[in-house]
């Protein structure tokens, strides 16, 4: 049966990097049934939500979902904004965030003396607790003694079973090495936690090694020596600036996939690249594509087609190594439905 796709554009460049990916699965031949989802912050002003009420019972019953970008500040505000997508993580215990990172052959690496691959990790961030809990609240609001309480909220099972992750992920790469993020020298609850936790589970693990870094010599060695990570494995609030770092090292924010993931396939899965709706470059074509399409392209290959999952990432390859048809943000005048028909030429 073909797979259930929800298409969800949302703001900003949202939709005309979602067209891409869709008309890239449609080349490459992929089973899906396409349901479009419009829904963005044009809802706010007609139903002050940017989501109708019962948006997670409408998606349900897909296999996955294909989301553009959410967020325009002119519509809505960004925290209204994003509630889909963090109630859609949430919701469907989507509680595994998966960033790969890879320095592809042809594209212009930030730091000094980087070969292509010698950037080569995956970053998994935990997707459901931690620091982006809505735990906590505003008090005695417009007085000199306001206060605001956010509870980051970490459990053993949350925390377990996102690092077990890690670690069977670690053995199905080369260097089978993972890298725990922690600050347990100053967050001395959650944080504490956590090492404990990865230290057990590590135990199960005797063919990974694997290794602990405080947060903020991690974002030093991204920039300072990325080629010693692997996988890395960290809390919600961590993974998601690590994360833009590693987008930026890897050549931009253009080419950071991601998906977000129940293992279990009980909910969909949710794939989406991370580089926001970009609300200043919206509409005017220029919008670099390539981080959709291979959203798409982990999105086919979880859902189990894998043969056509390695045709997109092979074509995205072979774009980026001959590098001649590029978005201006690699330098270039391209537009971004010509990024999508040069991919499309090479499946």
Same mark, same amino acid.
């Given at each position: ?32 049934? @396409?349901?479009?989802?419009d ?5 706010y002003?007609?139903?002050?939500k940017?989501a109708?009420?019962d948006y ?6 897909f ?26 993580r ?31 990790m995956i ?14 609240g ?15 909220? @970490? ?14 992920t ?15 020298n ?9 090492d ?10 005797p ?9 903020d ?18 809390s919600?609030? @961590? ?18 996939a991601?998906?977000n ?10 794939f ?9 470059i ?11 399409i ?12 894998e ?15 001959e ?22 030429k090479?499946?």
């Amino acid at each position: 049966m073909p797979y259930k796709i929800a298409l969800y554009p949302g703001d900003g460049i949202g939709p005309e990097v979602i067209t891409e990916a869709k008309k890239v699965l449609e080349a490459v031949g992929a089973d899906c049934n @396409f349901t479009h989802i419009d829904w963005n912050t044009t809802l706010y002003a007609k139903i002050g939500k940017c989501a109708p009420d019962d948006y997670l019972d409408k998606l349900k019953n897909f296999d996955a979902i294909l989301l553009g970008a959410l967020g325009n500040s002119h519509n809505a505000p960004d925290h209204i904004a994003v509630q889909p997508l963090l109630g859609m993580r949430r919701g469907f215990d989507q509680y595994v965030n998966l960033r790969p990172a890879v320095l592809y052959e042809g594209v212009e690496c930030p730091l000094k003396n980087k070969k292509p691959y010698d950037i080569d990790m995956i970053v998994i961030r935990e997707n459901t607790e931690g620091e982006y809990t809505p735990l906590g609240g505003r008090h005695y609001i417009g007085t000199p003694y306001e206060a605001a309480i956010q509870v980051n909220y @970490f459990t053993r099972m949350g925390t377990e079973r996102i690092i077990r992750y890690a670690f069977e992920t670690a053995r199905t790469r080369n260097r089978k090495h993972v890298t725990s993020i922690t600050k347990s020298n100053a967050l001395i609850h959650s944080m504490v936690l956590w090492d404990e936790v990865c230290r057990e589970v590590a135990k199960d693990y005797p063919d990974v090694t694997w290794s602990s870094m405080l947060v903020d010599a991690a974002a030093m060695n991204f920039v300072r020596q990325p080629e010693i990570f692997d996988v890395v494995v960290c809390s919600n609030l @961590f993974g998601d600036i690590l994360t833009d770092l590693a987008a930026v090292i890897i050549g931009g924010m253009g080419f950071a996939a991601s998906a977000n993931l129940k293992p279990s396939k009980k909910y969909p899965s949710m794939f989406e690249p991370i580089h926001g709706s970009a609300p200043d470059i919206a509409g005017k074509g220029i919008a670099n594509p390539l981080a959709a399409i291979m959203s798409a392209a982990m999105m086919l290959e979880f859902l189990g087609d894998e043969k056509n999952a390695m045709r997109i990432k092979h074509a995205v390859q072979s774009h980026l190594k001959e590098s001649k048809v590029k978005t201006p943000d690699r330098g270039g005048t391209a537009r971004t439905w010509e990024i999508g028909d040069d991919i499309v030429k090479r499946l």
